[in-house]
Structure formats: structure tokens, C-alpha cells
């Protein structure tokens, strides 16, 4: 109780692609991913609010951190309605895309942290084939918010580029920080920090903010599919989950 985790669990972050899963029609699930304690969180919360809607994971396929050839993988696959995948990193993702088409593989892929490890240098690489691509993601730049407009027309003119995820997530910590301590007028002592960091309710560029009471941000989380338009992908809202929390913590 004295750590604010943000933007939410590993496993809270991807419990959004399992509940879409199954409100898709979904009945079995392969997942899929790099097998490091970050992957398998990710998995995991796939897993858990898949099975929490009577879905089934009928297979878990893992392969190393930084592994190049995903064909012993693809090529493995049981006969499942859908993919619940995570790959680490931009390289990878366009890697497993790439090789997923290559192996002709026609399960549904339904990905976790797009906008993040897929933003446009990497989209645009990848054909038109991985249009319609859905999964999970927190932040798109392009979000049609007064604030998040106002935000990127801010930082793109300070730093000279488009900011992304990794920048939106900094904001809205230090922003919960700051409000936490404008609460105790500046008293940075934990019985007093703590307790007022646990009643922040404030906006983002991400979305709306609050904090429960273990200390784990509670924030919207979204389910995204690629998009093109004037020639450019984007990830497109299609879905939100309002406050996202980890199951566990529901308790």
C-alpha cells in the first residue's frame, strides 16, 4: 500500500480482449505469447476474463523473448474460434503479423497493447491483409477529446513529435501525483500522500482517472481495429471498458 500502479495490473490491462472474446461468440481460445513474467501477466488476464464468461483456453502457446521465427509456433495451432496473442515490442509484432499471413493461418487474432507496440511506422509496413486486426489497447493518439487534442498540439510543438503511450502514461502518473499533493497542500509525508493519492478523480489524455483502494489506477480500456484512410492506418475505438480493474481486486 504504498506503490500506485498505473496505468492498472498486467492482468487487468488485457482482461478487455477475453470479455470481448466472448462477446463476440466465442467459445475456445488458443493463447499465445512471450514467455517472460510480462507476457505471461498479459496472458493471464486473457485467460481469466475469458474464463469468467464460460469460454475455454484449449491451448497456451509460449515462445522466447526475442524469438524472429513464430513458423513451429503457427504451424501448431489446435482448431480454436480465436487467438488471445501478446508479442514484446514493435519488431515482434510486425514479425508474428507477417509470418501469421504467411502461414495462411485464419483463426481470429485478437491482440493486446496495439496502439502501443503497432503505432504508424509499423502499421504502415504491414499490408492491407492485416486490416480489421482488434485487440486491446489504452491510448491512440488520435482520440477525439478536447483534452487529449489539446495535449498532443502541446507536447508535438514542445518536443518536435507525435507523443504515444509510453508519453501518456508518464502524464497521467505525474498528473495524479500533483493533484494527490495539491490535496495536502504539499505534504509529501506517506499518511498523508497516500490517502490523498487514493481520492484522485481526475481526467487524461487517456481517460478519465481514479484510484482503488490498493492503489491501482482504475482507467477506461479500449478494443481498437485497424483502420485505413487517406492511405494511413489507425487504430480505430471501437469498444470501451469503463474503469478497468483486475478481477482479483474485485474480491
Same mark, same amino acid.
Given at each position: 500500500?504504498?506503490?500506485?500502479? @498505473?496505468?492498472?495490473?498486467?492482468?487487468?490491462?488485457?482482461?478487455?480482449?477475453?470479455?470481448?472474446?466472448?462477446? /463476440?461468440?466465442?467459445?475456445?481460445?488458443?493463447?499465445?505469447?512471450?514467455?517472460?513474467?510480462?507476457?505471461?501477466?498479459?496472458?493471464?488476464?486473457?485467460?481469466?476474463?475469458?474464463?469468467?464468461?464460460?469460454?475455454?483456453?484449449?491451448?497456451?502457446?509460449?515462445?522466447?523473448?526475442?524469438?524472429?521465427?513464430?513458423?513451429?509456433?503457427? =504451424?501448431?495451432?489446435?482448431?480454436?474460434?480465436?487467438?488471445?496473442?501478446?508479442?514484446?515490442?514493435?519488431?515482434?509484432?510486425?514479425?508474428?503479423?507477417?509470418?501469421?499471413?504467411?502461414?495462411?493461418? $485464419?483463426?481470429?487474432?485478437?491482440?493486446?497493447?496495439? #496502439?502501443?507496440?503497432?503505432?504508424?511506422?509499423?502499421? &504502415?509496413?504491414? &499490408?492491407?491483409?492485416?486490416?480489421?486486426? $482488434?485487440?486491446?489497447?489504452?491510448?491512440?493518439?488520435?482520440?477525439?477529446? +478536447?483534452?487529449?487534442?489539446?495535449?498532443?498540439?502541446?507536447?508535438? $510543438?514542445?518536443?518536435?513529435?507525435? +507523443?504515444?503511450?509510453?508519453?501518456? *502514461? &508518464? @502524464? #497521467?502518473?505525474?498528473?495524479?501525483?500533483?493533484?494527490?499533493?495539491?490535496?495536502?497542500?504539499?505534504?509529501? =509525508?506517506? !499518511?498523508? /500522500?497516500?490517502?490523498? /493519492?487514493?481520492?484522485?478523480?481526475?481526467?487524461?489524455?487517456?481517460?478519465? /482517472?481514479?484510484? =482503488? +483502494?490498493?492503489?491501482?489506477?482504475?482507467?477506461? *480500456?479500449?478494443?481498437?481495429?485497424?483502420?485505413?484512410?487517406?492511405?494511413?492506418?489507425?487504430?480505430?475505438?471501437?469498444?470501451?471498458? $469503463?474503469?478497468?480493474? !483486475?478481477?482479483?481486486?474485485?474480491?
Amino acid at each position: 500500500k504504498n506503490w500506485f500502479i @498505473y496505468p492498472t495490473t498486467l492482468v487487468g490491462l488485457t482482461t478487455p480482449v477475453g470479455y470481448y472474446a466472448a462477446e /463476440l461468440g466465442h467459445k475456445t481460445m488458443i493463447t499465445a505469447g512471450s514467455d517472460y513474467v510480462g507476457g505471461q501477466g498479459f496472458i493471464k488476464g486473457i485467460k481469466l476474463a475469458f474464463e469468467e464468461k464460460g469460454g475455454k483456453v484449449i491451448q497456451e502457446v509460449w515462445w522466447p523473448v526475442g524469438n524472429k521465427d513464430f513458423g513451429p509456433y503457427l =504451424s501448431s495451432l489446435k482448431k480454436a474460434d480465436c487467438i488471445g496473442y501478446f508479442v514484446e515490442g514493435p519488431s515482434a509484432a510486425q514479425l508474428f503479423l507477417t509470418q501469421y499471413q504467411e502461414f495462411g493461418v $485464419k483463426i481470429p487474432l485478437l491482440g493486446t497493447t496495439l #496502439a502501443a507496440d503497432m503505432p504508424e511506422q509499423i502499421t &504502415s509496413q504491414l &499490408s492491407d491483409g492485416v486490416l480489421g486486426l $482488434k485487440g486491446q489497447a489504452l491510448y491512440m493518439t488520435g482520440m477525439d477529446t +478536447p483534452i487529449n487534442r489539446k495535449w498532443v498540439a502541446a507536447m508535438t $510543438k514542445r518536443f518536435g513529435q507525435t +507523443p504515444g503511450g509510453l508519453e501518456a *502514461n &508518464s @502524464y #497521467a502518473i505525474t498528473k495524479a501525483i500533483l493533484a494527490a499533493l495539491k490535496a495536502t497542500g504539499g505534504d509529501d =509525508s506517506y !499518511d498523508k /500522500l497516500w490517502p490523498a /493519492l487514493l481520492k484522485v478523480k481526475i481526467d487524461t489524455p487517456q481517460g478519465p /482517472l481514479a484510484v =482503488s +483502494p490498493e492503489g491501482v489506477a482504475l482507467v477506461d *480500456n479500449y478494443i481498437v481495429e485497424l483502420k485505413k484512410k487517406d492511405g494511413k492506418f489507425y487504430w480505430d475505438p471501437i469498444k470501451t471498458y $469503463k474503469a478497468v480493474a !483486475d478481477p482479483r481486486l474485485k474480491k
